[in-house]
Each structure stands twice: as C-alpha cells, then as structure tokens.
C-alpha cells in the first residue's frame, strides 16, 4: 500500500498524519527537527524518516503540513533530492497557498494540490477529533483533485473544489469566521470585566450563549438567525449600551459601535425593516 509521508510534524501534520493512520494508510513522517517526526510516528504507529530523500523513496504522496512561509523551502529540498518526480503526488496544506506554490515540483511531472481542512489545530489529541466533522478544500491540478477527492471520500470528509484564485478570499473568509469570533468574545470578557463580573464566571455563563448563536446561524443562516436589541430595533437599549461604556471604559466605545454597525447590516438584510428604527440605530452608531 502506498505510503502517505507527510513534512512538518506540528499540530495539524501530526493530526492528520494520526487521522489516515486511523483510517487504515501507512504514514511517514519528517519534520526539521526530528523529535516531533518521531513523536507523530510512534502516535500514529507510523515511520519516521530522517530525511527529505528517504521520504521520496518511501512515498508516492507527500503533504507538506509546514508554516506557510516554509513552503517554498521544501519544495527546495524536495527538487535538491534529485528523485524522479513524476506521478508523485505533492499537497500542502495551507489555507492561504494555492498549489501555484508548488508549481516547480509540477515542471518534474508531479501532480499537485493545496488541500485545506476549515478547522483549527491547537493539538493532536483534539485535532484528530477534530478532522472527523472537518469541510476540506481542494484545488490543484486534475489528477491530484481526483486522487485526493477520493481519499476524502474514503475518510469520508465533505469537501468543495476550488480554484487558485479563490484561495486568498476563502482564506480571508475561514480566518475572520474562526480568529475574528474570537477576539469578539474577548471584547465581550473585556465588557464583563468593566462590568465587575470575574472573568471565570464571564467565561462560563458566556459560553452557552456563545454556542446558542453558533447553532443559531448553523439551523437559520445569519440573516434569520440573528436575535438581540439591534434586530428588534430596541435603539434605547443600544443608547444604554453606549452611554455605559461611555462612562466605564471609553476606549472600549469604537469597537463596540463597529460591531454594532455590522450587526446592523446583518439586521436591516432581513429582520428589521422599519426604516425609522435603522435610520436610528445608524445615527446613534456613527463614529
Ligand atoms: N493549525 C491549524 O489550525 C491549521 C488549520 C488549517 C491549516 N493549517 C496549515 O497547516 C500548516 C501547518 O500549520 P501548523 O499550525 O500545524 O504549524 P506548526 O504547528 O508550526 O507546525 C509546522 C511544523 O513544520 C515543521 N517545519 C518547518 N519548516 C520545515 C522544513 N523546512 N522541513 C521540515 N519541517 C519543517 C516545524 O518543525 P520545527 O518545530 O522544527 O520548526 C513544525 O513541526 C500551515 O500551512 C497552516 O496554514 C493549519
């Protein structure tokens, strides 16, 4: 059986790498520095190789899980290698790349790809979890989509081809979702600790509102799904809102008025047609 080697044993190479072991591939690993390519192996019962043309040898595939700006560098090593290339298949990883990246590989007759998991990777453990609900992206040249779409059929994770040209957007896109949610929690904990409530407390009784409006936009979109005083057009409410932060922590006023502004948006697409009470809001929420 063809082994699956993958470069850059950290937090989403090693889950994936565990992920095809679990789902019966022979994995190898190499990462620069080789304790994290022998950890990965001995966790996912896989090999582990000690270099880049070792790896060529045993692998007809090979992922590159490395940071982006690695990228080009091994695709360095991998030509410095001197191996036949052609038929092999070469992915990375990254969501922001497109398989252009790997374009000198594709002049020795490899097939390429960027095949990209929406998810986020803190480790291992979590991570292969993780992959098993995970939405992969896929772009690269005919051969590769195919043979790649199909190992996502058999992992059976759902996918969606796109194209080159997409991929910044789409990554723009996947990171504001994951990475902006997150600092407007902690703008949220920032609101609560002005408030006076501690920040465990915060943490804990936001949570399951936190999940309530994930699960809000999963079942009726973002238009349908949206609830709160900006939707009902409660504009005293949000005059509230202002005027305490006004008073508390005034460096915190632009932010709140800039997600306001959007949550608007949101609201006057769908839910809140009065056009007094947009007009309002719009007023009340303007720099
Ligand atoms: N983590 C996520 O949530 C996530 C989600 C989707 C996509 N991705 C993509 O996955 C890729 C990896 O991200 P990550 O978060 O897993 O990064 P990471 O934890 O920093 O892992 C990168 C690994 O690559 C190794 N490495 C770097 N340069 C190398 C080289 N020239 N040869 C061999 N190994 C090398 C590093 O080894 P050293 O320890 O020796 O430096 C490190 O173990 C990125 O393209 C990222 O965009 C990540």
New binding site residues.
């Given amino acids: 059986m063809n082994v699956i080697g993958i470069?850059?044993?950290?937090?989403?190479?090693t889950s994936f790498g565990v992920y095809l072991a679990r789902h019966g591939y022979k994995v190898a690993f190499?990462?620069?520095?080789g304790q994290?390519a022998k950890a990965a192996a001995e966790l996912a019962g896989g090999i582990m190789v000690e270099t880049v043309e070792d790896l060529l040898h045993t692998c007809d595939w090979i992922g590159i899980?490395?940071?982006?700006d690695?990228?080009g560098?091994?695709v360095l090593?991998l030509l410095e290698a001197r191996a036949d290339l052609e038929g092999k298949l070469f992915f990375?990883?990254?969501?922001?790349l497109s398989s252009d990246r790997l374009k000198e590989l594709a002049k020795e007759g490899a097939e390429t790809a960027s095949l990209?998991?929406l998810?986020?990777?803190?480790d291992p453990q979590t991570g292969v979890e993780l992959l098993s609900s995970a939405y992969f992206s896929l772009e690269g040249t005919e051969q590769a989509k195919k043979w790649l779409g199909e190992m996502l059929a058999n992992l059976k994770n759902p996918f969606f081809v796109i194209t080159a040209a997409q991929k910044s957007l789409y990554h723009a896109a996947a990171s504001i979702v994951s990475n902006a949610l997150v600092s407007v929690v902690d703008y949220g904990f920032l609101l609560m600790e002005t408030a006076g409530i501690d920040e465990e407390t915060a943490r804990r009784a936001l949570m399951p509102l936190i999940e309530g409006s994930v699960r809000n936009v999963r079942d009726r979109g973002t238009v349908e799904g949206l609830t709160g005083p900006i939707v009902r057009g409660d504009f005293g409410t949000i005059e509230g809102h202002i005027n305490a932060i006004h008073a508390k922590a005034p460096e915190l006023l632009d932010e709140y008025k800039q997600l306001a502004r959007m949550t608007l948006k949101t609201a006057a697409r769908g839910q809140l047609k009065d056009d007094y009470k947009v007009q309002t809001l719009t007023r009340l929420l303007k720099d």
């Fill in positions: 470069i850059g044993a950290g937090k989403l190479g190499f990462n620069r520095t994290k899980a490395t940071g982006d690695q990228v560098e091994v090593n990375h990883m990254s969501g922001a990209h998991p998810q986020s990777f803190s």
